[in-house]
């Protein structure tokens, strides 16, 4: 109820998403980025989407500790990531969240991502901007990013482009854009670019923030920025029927004895995969 009387008030932001390799510095770069974003007169809400929180009942809180020029900023909101179970449920509320915090007035928010998973995937379905934060020097530098997450990033920066690190990250950045030119042309017509920053050193920020406002500017003008928009919330419609239906069948106090038995029977072969989820389906259809 609450949701629906705040969708006429939503929309009205920039929604970014971030992810990046661990030890990248994302929470000094979250920093950095958001305290550009607010002395520019911005209003910024940090969400994260985290889950790996289930599992390891921990939360991004600790970010929120290592964030402390933008936790008392009064221009930004820090919301400590839910821990509630499936990465589906984790994915929705956080999408409700924005759309409490665009009526709030937020015209900026951030998504991160915690840990490196599907969770890009999902925070690649309900973001404008999605910006990949990558490191020089830690090896071969094309290793341990899945060319997924490389395909869906709108901008990468190199983070931590500083003191011994400055000709690696150079080096980097050429890597990087030869890597992006195997991608297929993106249908908003933007091409993304590579940059190098240091959010320790705030250099480069303004060149991050710049990129964005291109973008913003370009699918604005070409209906990019709407036509994604309206994809994603029909996107999040099916996904939110899903989930209830996922939920509504494995908490079935009927189903739940049965799934049991025959995950034994598959297991003992005497009964296959695909014939087991018939007789599963075919007796929810009988008794809900």
């Known amino acids: 109820e609450i949701i629906k009387q705040c969708l006429p008030h939503s929309g009205n932001s920039i929604r970014i998403g971030i992810t990046g390799v661990p030890g990248v510095g994302k929470s000094t770069f ?14 910024l809400a940090v969400l994260a989407i985290d889950p790996s929180s289930e599992r390891s009942k921990g939360s991004i809180l600790g970010d929120k500790t290592r964030m402390e020029d933008l936790s008392g900023d009064k221009n930004a909101y820090i919301r400590p990531s839910p821990s509630a179970g499936s990465l589906g449920g ?11 915090c665009e009526a709030a007035g937020f015209n900026h928010i951030f998504i991160e991502t915690v840990g490196v998973g599907q969770s890009e995937t999902a925070v690649h379905s309900m973001t404008d901007f999605f910006l990949l934060l990558m490191l020089a020097g830690a090896g071969d530098e094309l290793q341990g990013i899945k060319r997924g997450i490389m395909e869906m990033a709108d901008l990468i920066a190199i983070n931590k482009a500083d003191g011994n690190n400055l000709e690696k990250a150079q080096l980097a950045k050429i890597q990087y854009k030869n890597a992006l030119h195997l991608f297929p042309k993106k249908d908003s017509d933007w091409v993304p670019g590579v940059l190098t920053c240091s959010a320790a050193e705030k250099n480069g920020i303004d060149s991050v923030w710049s990129e964005i406002e291109k ?12 036509t994604k928009r309206n994809e994603q919330a029909i996107y999040w419609m099916h996904e939110t029927i899903q989930e209830h239906l996922k939920r509504n069948f494995y908490g079935n106090q009927e189903i739940k004895p049965m799934i049991e038995e025959l995950e034994q029977k598959v297991l003992g072969q005497s009964v296959s995969s695909f014939a087991a989820a018939g007789i599963l389906l075919e007796i929810y259809q009988r008794i809900k």
């Open 30 to 43: 979250i920093e950095a980025l958001g305290s550009y974003i607010t002395k520019q007169g911005g209003k």
């Open 90 to 100: 984790v994915a929705r509320k956080t999408r409700e969240t924005i759309v409490l």
């Open 215 to 226: 973008y913003r500017k370009l699918t604005n003008e070409n209906g990019w920025f709407a």
